[in-house]
């Protein structure tokens, strides 16, 4: 399918691996000219080059931690007219409601809700001006389901996806469409650090713990990148002008319900 997309531009945030990444090459396989980030300068650009060697999209990079003021700053900098905005960065450290404090809880809030929530009001005027735009948040399955370990991702997801919710609604008559995609379990870094946690805190072996994560999966494994990714860019493509503020989830059938 053609996803009507080719020669915009698209802010991908937190891209350089992981569900950011698959996001980036799946937009790049539609034609779109990208602004990557991570905050490792090799990494970044092995991604940018392999990108652009394999897809021909202009892709600019910008070493930065996207949660900073300076970071965002940056990013907009290089590209100040996004079409895409890709909402992104990395989770929040597990534990339970006990070991957090005011520090913890600003943090988690800064780089799961502000973060998200400052670059699409940075980005929106534009996009309303120019009558189109995207702008999907990468959250988590724990949106909808919590998981009792990720109590700061449980909590400062919800509050993005309420902002989305409500301004979704507002921006969407003049063709700028926002929605969030939730992921379930992946097979990226995120999930080996989720995975070594549980082999210390359970005394399992790693290979266990994955072992054990994927057959409660009723797929059987844990999702990838490249599939994730592709979903991703359907939310930014001309065929969701009518899909407004939902909650995507990509979990495998991990949520366990008839409907919604
Ligand atoms: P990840 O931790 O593997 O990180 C992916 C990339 O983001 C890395 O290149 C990393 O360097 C970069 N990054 C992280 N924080 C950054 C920052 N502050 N500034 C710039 N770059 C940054 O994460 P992932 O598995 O790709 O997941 C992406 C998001 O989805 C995370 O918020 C994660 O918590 C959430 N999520 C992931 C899963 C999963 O199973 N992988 C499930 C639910 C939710």
Known sequence: MDLGIKGRRAIVCASSRGLGRGT???????????TLNGRTADTLEETAENIRSRYGVEVKTVVCDVTTDEGRAALLRAEPNPDILINNAGGPP????SDWGREEW???????????????????PGMIQREWGRVVSIT?????????QLGLSNSSRAGLTG???????QVAKHGVIMNNILPGQHDTDRVKSLMD??????????????????AANPRGRFGTAEEFGKIAAFLCSEHVGFMIGQNVLVDGGAFNSTMG
Request: proline share 6%.
């Open 197 to 214: 946690s549980i082999s210390k805190r359970e005394n399992i072996s790693v290979e266990d713990a994955r072992a054990r994560a994927q």
């Open 24 to 34: 980036a090459e799946a937009l790049a396989e539609a034609g779109v000219a990208l």
């Open 140 to 148: 988590s399955g724990s949106v909808k389901a919590p998981i009792p």
């Open 94 to 97: 597990p534990g339970v409601w």
């Open 106 to 124: 600003e943090k988690a809030i800064n780089s799961n809700m502000l973060t998200p929530i400052l670059l699409a009001t940075a980005v929106l």
């Open 163 to 169: 902002f989305v919710a409500g301004t979704a609604r």
